[in-house]
């Protein structure tokens, strides 16, 4: 789990928010748009983009071992 956590970290922080509120804590997107004080299709972008950045964080990181 290191090396997802340290991909995780390196993300900006709305986008390791929206994934994790996502993914992680299995909400719909209306409500983590509603905590996080956006807009769905927003939150939609910003989940979008945390997981093509952790796919190629977590290949890079996994490539080196």
Not at 19 to 44: D, H, K, P
Not at 48 to 53: E, I, L, Q, V
């Amino acid at each position: 789990m290191a090396v997802f956590e340290r991909c995780l970290e390196s993300l900006p922080q709305n986008a390791a928010r929206a994934f994790i509120l996502r993914e992680v804590e299995g909400l719909s997107s209306q409500e983590a748009a509603e905590i996080m004080g956006v807009f769905q299709s927003n939150l939609w972008v910003l989940t979008y983009r945390a997981r093509r950045s952790l796919r190629k964080e977590i290949e890079k990181n996994w490539l080196k071992r």
